[in-house]
């Protein structure tokens, strides 16, 4: 009987902690939306709650990231928070990934709103060690306020490098 109460509880802690984050409040700020694009892609190695990511784009959202190629030359590529999901699922499973916002300029106006998001980022392997790496860049999202809450619509975003250090004004 004690297994099962305990059981219980534990399923009503889970049931709640899901509520919280899925809560139509966290979703009517745009300062608790990016909180939780943050939160939802931090920690230990193992699943995300890709449900709750995808959750935090409108049904037209577009990702991009711009990378040096093996060349040398910047190469830009788009896709959708389902391909990203899928693209990165097993990079997640199998490293731990902290990242954490450390500067934001926002402007809006109306229903839109544009945030320059610098973040810093912790790599490490799955026993939270192993090959660990640090890095910075900018996240540059654009948000839409529709059907009474915020949305991210596109996050186009880019790692700091030697040759592209962060700028003063963004926290650099």
Same mark, same amino acid.
């Given at each position: 009987?004690?297994?099962?109460?305990?059981?219980?509880?534990?399923?009503l802690f889970i049931v709640?902690?899901?509520?919280?984050?899925?809560?139509?409040?966290s979703l009517e700020n745009?300062?608790?939306?990016?909180?939780?694009?943050?939160?939802?892609?931090?920690?230990?190695?193992?699943?995300?709650?890709?449900?709750?990511?995808?959750? +935090? *784009?409108?049904?037209?959202?577009?990702?991009?990231?711009?990378?040096?190629?093996? /060349? %040398?030359?910047? #190469?830009?590529?788009?896709?959708?928070?389902?391909?990203?999901?899928?693209?990165?699922?097993?990079?997640?499973?199998?490293?731990?990934?902290?990242?954490?916002?450390?500067?934001?300029?926002?402007?809006?106006?109306?229903?839109?709103?544009? +945030? *320059?998001?610098?973040?810093?980022?912790?790599?490490?392997?799955?026993?939270?060690? /192993? %090959?660990?790496? #640090?890095?910075?860049?900018?996240?540059?999202?654009?948000?839409?306020?529709?059907?009474?809450?915020?949305?991210?619509?596109?996050?186009?975003?880019?790692?700091?490098?030697?040759?592209?250090?962060?700028?003063?004004?963004?926290?650099?």
């Amino acid at each position: 009987m004690k297994h099962i109460r305990l059981f219980f509880i534990t399923v009503l802690f889970i049931v709640a902690e899901q509520s919280a984050c899925y809560s139509q409040k966290s979703l009517e700020n745009p300062d608790s939306l990016i909180h939780q694009f943050y939160k939802v892609l931090s920690g230990p190695a193992g699943e995300r709650n890709w449900e709750l990511y995808k959750s +935090l *784009f409108h049904e037209k959202a577009i990702l991009g990231a711009v990378r040096k190629d093996a /060349q %040398g030359h910047e #190469t830009y590529s788009s896709f959708t928070p389902a391909e990203y999901t899928s693209r990165n699922g097993e990079f997640f499973r199998t490293n731990g990934f902290y990242v954490e916002q450390t500067h934001c300029i926002t402007e809006g106006f109306g229903n839109i709103m544009h +945030l *320059f998001s610098t973040y810093k980022f912790r790599l490490t392997g799955k026993d939270g060690v /192993q %090959g660990q790496q #640090t890095g910075r860049g900018i996240n540059s999202f654009q948000l839409i306020y529709d059907a009474n809450r915020w949305w991210i619509i596109s996050i186009q975003y880019i790692n700091e490098r030697q040759d592209l250090p962060i700028p003063k004004q963004y926290g650099g």
